[in-house]
């Protein structure tokens, strides 16, 4: 590289490039910025452009410090709202706005950089599909172009294109080696939790939050079932969490719960598996990223994973948060016998409500109990009401106030499944019938092109399991009793008005699902991201060592040194002779008018030696032919490559340069 040229940063051009990759950067974690550092990150950016094109005096030490430590305690006073995650990101965003407006050299460029790439990867904590990787090698790329643009003049910028791709390139094969042999390492220190779950089920249940996720078409998981799917569709209840405390407005996880996630972080917990009686199916789940540690599985839930645990309420719970995509074998018994027993306690536990509020609910709940000898009686009367009684099935309910479960049977009478099964849980319990509630999704979609199902959250839903003496937790779906469609369906059959169907995200493909080559398209990219997931995100450390033992026979210990010296020798080799290649032809004009200058020399008999300078090669040309046209372009020629001139200056002298030039 040439030598550093300070005044190179207070280029237009590189503030337009470094503006582009600045937002190019928070586009991924938008929703993860506090709107105050939006306004500190246009603050910085503006002032940067005022210097630019107004002459504005950059800010000076004190207002630096002064905003600093504003957004310091900002920070400290938003921490508990944001998460620990959030707060990080916002942290790394606000040095990245005031690097903008501390940009004076170089080694400022190389930090402002630098800490973009380092964004570049928190992305990847959120997104890690196909698409996004592509989009962000292309911000990296950006990133380093800006590193080349200020490094070149103004007349060897054109170079800087194909030297940052060529950078990029060259590094390729040495990291496609260490992905291949390095060890998968676990982290070195633990994911922050963040403070809500980046889309998907919360621990706590009110009534809209599922709604909520009906407007959503992100991706929650994909199935693939051993040797087909063996499961009817009316079975596709995904279990998450189970939820047994109701605070007289939303369900919450039972405190013993919460106990035992403490225990298990700690390695005092042990799975609470209680084994089913009934033929298992074997499936295999790749769980999106959700920052929490529930996980998803059908009916009697049992898996061999060591990082998966049985959790209380028969469901299953990663050891640690899923940030990542997570991929795990499951089997499951469909409506098979369960062993486990309902204590005292426990059935304590799912009779509690609060003392007041829902005083209706609560009268026709004794009514109820005293009209009627067994728990199949009640059920079936409260599912009848669904029925023959003018509910609707929305994703818009309207609001409840301070007895929602009254409001909601008596005289709304429109809700999500949350509304139902919130309402029946409570009426059941009432009752006398132990009852909880159950989240987590109903059916999916099925892509033939790779034989598996994929769970988005609009099929987020909500269930109720009451407790049948002789039999055990029977599952009961209330909102099949107003929406049949949404069992034996989907969603956008089941609602009163199909365009509430995924609303929140407009541009989303599924929404035209029902227009067939949008439909194949949709497949096919799904299909594609499908194959990324599986070969490079889950590529574990087991399926390392079956294409090490592939390719090298029985490991050893010495044998895998051998191995990783060998390819990091072999990525040191390529890289070597990457350099090595000659790639041009010239593209910078600057590289364009030395080749002719040369051409010409040489035709005249003067070559240039070998480690001569350019410059010294035109005065020796100017020496020998008695033209001092020759040693003046040589001294434009350095003034191009090794002084501190503006742009102004730089083109003053490449035209002269190309004028003497014509005139030889």
């Known amino acids: 590289m040439t030598a550093v040229v300070p005044s190179q940063v207070d280029s237009r051009r590189l503030f337009f490039c470094l503006m582009l990759v600045h937002w190019a950067v928070i586009l991924p974690i938008y929703d993860q910025i506090y709107p105050l550092f939006y306004l500190i990150s246009l603050f910085a950016i503006g002032w940067r452009a005022g210097s630019l094109w107004l002459g504005w005096r950059l800010p000076s030490k004190f207002v630096v410090t002064t905003l600093s430590l504003g957004g310091a305690v900002a920070l400290v006073l938003l921490a508990r709202q944001l998460g620990l995650l959030a707060t990080m990101i916002n942290l790394l965003l606000f040095a990245y706005a ?18 973009g790439i380092f964004l570049v990867g928190v992305s990847f904590i959120f997104q890690q599909g196909m698409g996004m990787a592509a989009y962000l090698l292309v911000v990296t790329l950006l990133s380093f172009y800006c590193m080349h643009l200020c490094q070149l003049p103004v007349v060897l910028q054109g170079y800087s294109y194909s030297a940052s791709f060529r950078q990029l390139l060259a590094a390729l094969p040495l990291a496609l080696i260490l992905f291949l042999i390095l060890p998968r390492l676990g982290p070195l ?21 599922i709604a909520e996720l009906g407007r959503s078409s992100k991706l929650a998981f994909r199935v693939t079932f051993d040797g087909g799917a063996g499961v009817s569709r009316d079975q596709f209840y995904w279990r998450a969490m189970v939820h047994e405390q109701f605070t007289g407005r939303s369900w919450r996880l039972d405190p013993t719960v919460k106990t035992w996630k403490r225990d298990v972080l700690r390695g005092a917990a042990r799975p609470e598996f209680y084994p089913a009686k009934g033929s298992s199916v074997y499936y295999t789940i790749i769980a999106e990223p959700t920052f929490r540690n529930w996980l998803y599985g059908l009916d009697n839930p049992r898996s061999e994973d060591r990082s998966v645990l049985n959790a209380p309420g028969n469901i299953l719970y990663a050891r640690r ?22 204590t005292d306690e426990r059935r304590q536990r799912n009779l509690d409500l609060p003392t007041r509020g829902n005083p209706e609910a609560r009268l026709w709940a004794e009514e109820l109990a005293a009209g009627y000898d067994t728990a199949e009686e009640i059920s079936d009367v409260i599912l009848q009401r669904f029925r023959q009684q003018a509910y609707f099935y929305t994703l818009r309910p309207p609001l409840l106030g301070d007895d929602p479960i009254d409001q909601f049977l008596f005289s709304t009478q429109a809700g999500f499944c949350e509304h139902y099964a919130s309402a029946y849980a409570f009426v059941m319990r009432a009752a006398g ?28 839903h909500a269930w109720v399991e009451i407790w049948i003496d002789g039999e055990g937790w029977r599952r009961v779906d209330p909102t ?21 169907f995924v609303s929140g995200d407009p541009f989303s493909l599924v929404r035209y699902r029902n227009i067939g080559w949008i439909t194949e398209m949709r497949h096919l990219m799904a299909l594609v991201d499908y194959r990324w997931t599986v070969w490079v995100l889950n590529y574990s450390n087991e399926q390392q060592l079956s294409l090490l033992r592939h390719l090298f026979g029985q490991l050893s210990h010495w044998k895998m040194v051998f191995i990783g010296l060998g390819s990091l020798l072999a990525g040191a080799g390529l890289l070597f002779v990457f350099g090595k290649i000659n790639w041009q032809r010239p593209r910078s004009p600057m590289q364009r008018f030395c080749r002719k200058v040369q051409r010409r020399l040489l035709a005249k008999g003067i070559a240039k030696d070998d480690g001569e300078s350019f410059a010294s090669y035109l005065a020796r040309a100017a020496d020998l032919l008695q033209q001092e046209e020759y040693r003046q372009i040589a001294v434009h020629y350095r003034a191009l490559r090794y002084q501190a001139i503006d742009e102004s200056n730089q083109l003053s002298h490449w035209q002269s340069m190309k004028k003497i030039w014509r005139k030889l």
């Open 189 to 209: 220190w633990k994911m922050p939790d963040a403070k809500k779950s980046v889309t998907g089920l919360s621990e706590e249940v009110s009534p809209g939050d």
């Open 433 to 460: 019938v132990p009852a909880r509630v159950v989240t987590g999704y109903l059916g999916g979609e099925y892509n033939p092109g790779a034989d598996y199902y994929s769970i988005y959250q609009f099929d987020a």
């Open 98 to 115: 005031l690097k903008f407006i501390e940009l004076k050299g170089l080694r400022d460029l190389y930090t402002l950089v630098l800490i």
């Open 321 to 342: 948060i899923v940030s990542k995509t997570k991929q795990y074998a499951v089997a499951s018994v469909i409506n098979g016998q369960q062993s486990e027993l309902l």
């Open 480 to 500: 099949a009793a107003v929406a049949p469609e949404r069992v034996l369906g989907s969603l956008e059959d089941a609602l009163a008005t199909p365009d509430e």
